[in-house]
């Protein structure tokens, strides 16, 4: 089992930038890749980000790409999401996700944590 807990989460004004933490603890030895995602009121939840756990591989989703990066502290067992050029569109619970294999459904992610509220004001 693997336990995952996001901080970070707050409010900010458009044009600005914030870093979501997750910790993982457990058998983190047995993971693939760890990933983000996030839902806002009344939408599905939808991809973020991912990065394999070991290595440097990295993938965004469209809307993110330039804005948000996704980095990981092994060290530590942290993973972040370092957010700038926030827009009000980006406000959701942000949810950090670890699995078996770098992905963009939710599915294909083991261990969830219990999410971080990110408010973009305009």
């Known amino acids: 089992q693997v336990q995952l807990v996001e901080s970070g989460g707050g409010l900010v004004q458009a044009g600005g930038s914030l870093t979501l933490s997750c910790l993982a603890s457990?058998?983190?030895?047995?993971?693939?890749?760890v990933g983000w995602f996030r839902q806002a009121p009344g939408k599905e939840r939808e991809f973020v980000a991912a990065?394999?756990?070991?290595?440097?591989?990295?993938y965004y989703a469209d809307s993110v790409k330039g804005r948000f990066t996704i980095s990981r502290d092994n060290a530590k067992n942290m993973v972040y999401l370092q957010m700038s050029s926030l827009k009000p569109e980006d406000t959701a619970v942000y949810y950090c996700?670890?699995?078996?294999?770098?992905?963009?459904?939710?599915?294909?992610?083991?261990?969830w944590g219990q999410g971080t509220q990110v408010t973009v004001s305009s």
């Open positions: 996700a670890a699995g078996r294999a770098m992905a963009v459904t939710g599915r294909d992610y083991d261990y």
């Open positions: 457990g058998r983190t030895f047995s993971l693939s890749a």
């Open positions: 990065s394999s756990w070991r290595g440097g591989r990295t």
